[in-house]
């Protein structure tokens, strides 16, 4: 744990966003006002706004303007993605750590849980990005804070082709979706994202699974996450090789909509946020 104080500080801007998820009361006027104080990410909000992915005809200037036509949950999403992954780039990590695999497969998972969310019923679906851009923050922990374990758990993966989990556990006695989580309660997330991270791998395990209807936020979790490594956007190539595919995931938690459909607006929204990187 002590490896989270080895991370960048947050921004004054991600420290809003992370708080205004626990704060259904957040206004567009208070969001606005924060991200103008951002010159860089006072840019992004405009540049996203006026591009390609909202086709709108006249140019918007404003970001109180841009804010009020992205939404507050789009918008949030997206400074979240994009002040996340800036964040990350500046970690010292080890020689086979791949940051910008790391990231790409983040950003992938937030983008896959969100489209899942719009259009399946689920436990706090407002949660489902930063659940996908968090959950597999217990693997660059241990990366920072134990490089030598680090190394020693792929060997025994790729040797034994054993899950990552249970070579984890083997090791160190802790796994990387219990490490996330407990970094989630330390930055006070609220509780559904923690426990959705804490159950991405073992979703069947997540005490809310059959308890009424409504899917647990784990499961859109894991099927963003096998999704992403499906497409490549995996940290390893292992985990890609070993993912159903997309329409295979999406079966089995009963998603409705069309997979082509769902995967157009992940690229989409992708290259938004990549351009502003």
Same mark, same amino acid.
């Given at each position: 744990?002590?490896?989270?104080?080895?991370?960048?500080?947050?921004? /004054?801007?991600?420290?809003?966003?992370?708080?205004?998820?626990?704060?259904?009361d957040?206004?567009?006027?208070?969001?606005?006002?924060?991200?103008?104080? +951002?010159?860089?990410?006072?840019?992004?909000?405009?540049?996203?706004?006026?591009s390609? !992915?909202?086709?709108?005809?006249?140019?918007?200037?404003?970001?109180?303007?841009?804010?009020?036509?992205?939404?507050?949950?789009?918008?949030?999403?997206?400074l979240?993605?994009?002040?996340?992954?800036?964040?990350?780039?500046?970690?010292?990590?080890?020689?086979?750590?791949?940051? *910008?695999?790391?990231?790409?497969?983040?950003?992938?998972?937030?983008?896959?849980?969100?489209?899942?969310? @719009?259009?399946?019923?689920? +436990?706090? /679906?407002?949660?489902?990005?930063?659940?996908?851009?968090?959950?597999?923050?217990?693997?660059?922990?241990?990366?920072?804070?134990?490089?030598?374990?680090? +190394?020693?758990?792929?060997?025994?993966?790729?040797?034994?082709?054993?899950?990552?989990?249970?070579?984890?556990?083997?090791?160190?006695?802790?796994?990387? *979706? =219990?490490?996330?989580?407990?970094?989630?309660?330390?930055?006070?997330?609220?509780?559904?994202? @923690?426990?959705?991270?804490?159950?991405?791998h073992?979703?069947?395990?997540?005490?809310?699974?059959?308890?009424?209807?409504?899917?647990?936020?784990?499961?859109?979790?894991?099927?963003?996450?096998?999704?992403?490594?499906?497409?490549?956007?995996?940290?390893?190539? =292992?985990?890609?090789?070993?993912?159903? @595919?997309?329409? =295979?995931?999406?079966?089995?938690?009963?998603? /409705?909509?069309?997979?082509?459909?769902? !995967?157009?607006?992940?690229v989409?929204?992708?290259?938004?946020? @990549?351009?502003?990187?």
């Open positions: 744990m002590r490896s989270l104080d080895q991370l960048p500080p947050f921004s /004054p801007v991600l420290n809003h966003l992370i708080a205004s998820l626990a704060d259904d957040v206004s567009f006027a208070k969001l606005a006002n924060v991200i103008e104080r +951002d010159t860089v990410l006072s840019g992004n909000v405009l540049r996203l706004v006026n390609a !992915l909202y086709g709108r005809r006249g140019t918007v200037s404003s970001v109180r303007a841009a804010v009020s036509i992205l939404g507050l949950t789009k918008l949030r999403n997206f979240l993605g994009l002040s996340v992954s800036k964040l990350w780039a500046k970690v010292k990590t080890p020689g086979g750590w791949s940051m *910008s695999r790391f990231n790409e497969h983040a950003v992938s998972a937030a983008l896959l849980a969100d489209g899942i969310v @719009q259009k399946i019923r689920v +436990d706090y /679906p407002e949660g489902a990005f930063v659940a996908g851009l968090l959950h597999d923050l217990g693997r660059l922990m241990i990366a920072i804070s134990l490089p030598d374990e680090f +190394d020693r758990i792929l060997a025994v993966q790729r040797a034994g082709g054993q899950p990552l989990e249970s070579c984890e556990a083997e090791l160190l006695d802790v796994t990387h *979706s =219990e490490l996330s989580a407990a970094a989630l309660a330390r930055w006070n997330l609220p509780g559904p994202i @923690q426990k959705a991270v804490l159950y991405h073992r979703p069947q395990l997540d005490p809310a699974r059959g308890a009424s209807s409504i899917l647990p936020l784990s499961h859109a979790l894991a099927a963003a996450n096998e999704i992403a490594n499906s497409l490549s956007h995996s940290i390893t190539p =292992e985990e890609s090789a070993a993912a159903r @595919q997309a329409h =295979e995931v999406l079966a089995a938690i009963g998603y /409705p909509g069309s997979t082509d459909e769902m !995967l157009a607006a992940f989409s929204e992708k290259q938004a946020i @990549q351009q502003n990187l």
